[in-house]
């Protein structure tokens, strides 16, 4: 029991990114009454693949509005600590709509995310999944930030993989 615990944690413990991996389906494995209490044969994981494959949690507001600021994030500091907003400094002058929008769009796996950023001159806000809420956010220490999406704030950390696209 101890040695599958401690097998747990180790795995919780990861974080990969940019490639695939077998962790969800390990965690499922261990996760598994059987495995616990040892009444395992090798005919487990044919009975079981669908339950230990299940595909992840769907993609929130919070994780979009999360790789949206990480991105606007890594453009302000190209351009040197300059404001990413400032770019849109002409438009806010006089915008016939009163806004701008740009598309972001991300991959997870094979599952494509598309989110919308709206500019305007109250802030900025995201549009994703039929719902749009306002979105601020402020770099922290290394690659860390805080995204406040709506009234839901949370701490957030980039890992740029060396196959990110260039901004």
Known sequence: MQALARQRDALAAFEIAGVTTN???LQAL???PEVASGDIDTGLIEREL???TRSQRAVTALDM???CAAVLLRER???QGAAVELALEPYRRWMLAAAACRRLSFRRH?????ATLWYARDGMSLEYAGARQALRFAPREGESFEVTLGDVT????????????SI
Do not use: G, K
């Open 23 to 25: 962790l969800a389906f």
């Open 30 to 32: 261990l996760a598994r």
């Open 50 to 52: 669908a339950a230990l």
């Open 65 to 67: 509005a999360a790789a």
């Open 77 to 79: 500091a190209r351009v």
């Open 110 to 114: 094979s599952e494509h995310c598309d």
């Open 154 to 165: 949370e701490a957030s950390t980039a890992i740029w993989s060396w196959a990110a696209t």
